[in-house]
C-alpha cells in the first residue's frame, strides 16, 4: 500500500541551527515527491519536489531535501533555520493520480 | 503569479443543510482537486478531477458530495446534508499535469453546527 511517514510530530531547533524534518515512503515504481508548507491559518504552499534527476533537490525560502532511494527517504533540511520557518511542514507521494500526505510536522524555530 | 482562490473563507452552516464551496483554479491548469484537512489531523484526498468529470475519489467521496465545473473558470464542490463531522479545512488545488505539484488554495473553512 502506499503511504508516507513522518515520524516526528514536532521538530525544535534554535534559529541559526540545521533544520532536518524526515519523511519516508512507500509506492510501487518511481515516485514523484513534495513537501508543502502551512502556516497557519493559510493554504498549503509548494516548497520543492522530486521527480527525477539530482537526489538533491532545491527549493523556495533555502529549504533542500534530499532523495534516497535506498532508505526510501525524502528528508527536508536547511542549513540555518528562522524564525519564520515555523510552521507545518507536510511530506506528499504522487503515484499516478493520487496524492498521499503525511501527517504533518510541526516545526519551531526558537530565537 | 497566479494563484488558485477559494470562497468563502469561512461558511457556518446548521447540520442537514447543503453547502457549496468555491474554487478558482489557475487558468492554464488541467486537473483540480478536492481535499480535506480536520483540525488537528492530516490532509486527506477527496476527489480529482479532469476533462469535465471525475478521475479518481477516495472512499471518504460518497454520495454525500459532488463536484462540478459550472464554466471555464469555477469549480466546486458540494456538500448535501451536512453533518457535524464534515467541519473541516477544504482546500481546492489545480496542476497543469499529473506529474507535476499542485497549487493549493488558501482553504474554506468550514464549520457545521
Known amino acids: 500500500a502506499q503511504s508516507v511517514a513522518q515520524p516526528e510530530d514536532q521538530v525544535n531547533v534554535a534559529e541559526g541551527n540545521p533544520l532536518t524534518v524526515k519523511c519516508t515512503y512507500s509506492?510501487?515504481?518511481?515516485?514523484?515527491l513534495f513537501w508543502y508548507v502551512q502556516y497557519p491559518n493559510r493554504g498549503l504552499q509548494f516548497l520543492l519536489k522530486?521527480?527525477?534527476?539530482?537526489?538533491l533537490v532545491k527549493g523556495s525560502y533555502g529549504f533542500e531535501a534530499e532523495f534516497n532511494k535506498s532508505q526510501t527517504s525524502f528528508h527536508l533540511k536547511k542549513p540555518s533555520a528562522l524564525v519564520s520557518d515555523s510552521a507545518l511542514y507536510f511530506c506528499?507521494?504522487?503515484?499516478?493520480?493520487?496524492?498521499?500526505f503525511g501527517s504533518g510536522t510541526k516545526l519551531n524555530v526558537k530565537p | 503569479e497566479p494563484e488558485v482562490t477559494q470562497t468563502p473563507s469561512h461558511q457556518v452552516t446548521q447540520m442537514g443543510q447543503e453547502v457549496i464551496l468555491r474554487c478558482v483554479p489557475i487558468?492554464?491548469?488541467?486537473?483540480f482537486y478536492w481535499y480535506r484537512q480536520i483540525l488537528g489531523q492530516k490532509v486527506e484526498f477527496l476527489v480529482s478531477?479532469?476533462?469535465?468529470?471525475?478521475?479518481?475519489k477516495s472512499e471518504i467521496f460518497d454520495d454525500q458530495f459532488s463536484v462540478e465545473r459550472p464554466d471555464g473558470s469555477n469549480f466546486t464542490l458540494k456538500i448535501r446534508s451536512t453533518k457535524l463531522e464534515d467541519s473541516a479545512m477544504y482546500f481546492c488545488?489545480?496542476?497543469?499535469?499529473?506529474?507535476?505539484?499542485?497549487?493549493f488554495g488558501q482553504g474554506t473553512r468550514l464549520t457545521v453546527v
Open positions: 488545488a489545480s496542476s497543469p499535469d499529473t506529474g507535476t505539484e499542485a497549487f
Open positions: 509506492v510501487s515504481g518511481n515516485p514523484y
Open positions: 506528499a507521494v504522487r503515484d499516478i493520480i493520487w496524492v498521499y
Open positions: 478531477f479532469y476533462n469535465n468529470e471525475i478521475s479518481e
Open positions: 522530486y521527480i527525477t534527476g539530482d537526489n
Open positions: 487558468s492554464n491548469h488541467l486537473y
